[in-house]
């Protein structure tokens, strides 16, 4: 069995004979050992794209990264595909039940994107996790991600999932961390200013593809799907990750107040603007006093309605309604070049 010691000799050897070349090192979180040495190779002649580092997990998950890369490294996340990636071969409606991973979105059939999908869940608990030092009961993560299915797209109360789980609030948050850090779920910040009202300090949580989402849900169609209680929740979760997937230098919350102010996304653009974007699965949708009043609490440049379809209009208080396709191919592309 080769020694930690031995796949450094063996790594420098191989790189230093590189130094004119771009080297790509593929599953870097299961060699975490290599950080150190790359640091020193860096340090000794720093050349921009010399190394190119990918791997299935954050740097917050892999020991050691960040202390031994600190200042060194760039981070980018190349998420699955958003809908503007794939429109010409896919509808939104598919994209949205079958999620955004390429085995699962292309699958010839319902059935393998539903295998691809446990498969990808179980090797990410039962291989990736071990590999990376961390001893988590499989069984028990699984049945945390079906638990999570009733937390989507709502505030995320520790002690309930505690409860539920039978399990303390350390070990939940650990959970999320290992979840999070594995890109399977997204915490949504909430958005605080000095306005005198109690706000919500909760983050929203959402598992971040709806496909792996429909598929923890046992839905076999998008049929399924619209007939399920789940489907409001899913459909906010969809578009606020594809916003953030197509989205740079922008920042996104949430705001909510105890009185009933809310919105379910605050966007700073890059420009500095300010958006407040309800996502509704209506075509004609109802909007909430709670919204107007978090538009008179945040005063935002922007008001906006994210539907799945139909017309785009201005209702007479300037909230524009539009549908998701329109809003990503035309006013989103506009709002981040601006």
Known sequence: MTTDREVLQNAESFL???????????????MPVLFSLLRALVDKERMPGRFLLLGSASPDLIRQSANSLAGRI???ELTPFSWPEVQSRVSWQEHWFRGGFPDALFADL????GRWL???????????????????AAPTLRRFLQMLLGVHGNLLNMS??????GISQPTVLAYLDLLEGGFLIRRLQPYFINIGKRLVKSPKLYLRDSGMLHRLARLHSFNDLQTNLLVGA??????????IRTASDTEFYFYRTQAGAECDLF??????????????YADVPVLTKGFYASVADLNPD?????????????TKEGVVVVPLSIFLNEIWPQWMTT
């Open 16 to 30: 230093q004979g590189q130094a004119d070349k771009c080297v790509i090192i593929d599953e870097v979180q299961q």
């Open 74 to 76: 760039s981070y980018i």
């Open 110 to 113: 319902p059935s393998r994107t």
């Open 118 to 136: 446990d498969n990808f869940v179980a090797t990410f608990v039962e291989r990736d996790l071990r590999a990376l030092g961390y001893q988590v």
């Open 160 to 165: 309930d999932l505690s409860r539920s789980m």
């Open 234 to 243: 899913s459909w906010e979760g969809y578009v606020v990750e594809q916003l």
């Open 267 to 280: 966007v700073i653009r890059p420009d500095g603007k300010r958006a407040c974007i309800e996502i509704k």
């Open 302 to 314: 922007d008001k906006v309605v994210i539907v799945p379809q139909g017309r785009t209009f201005t």
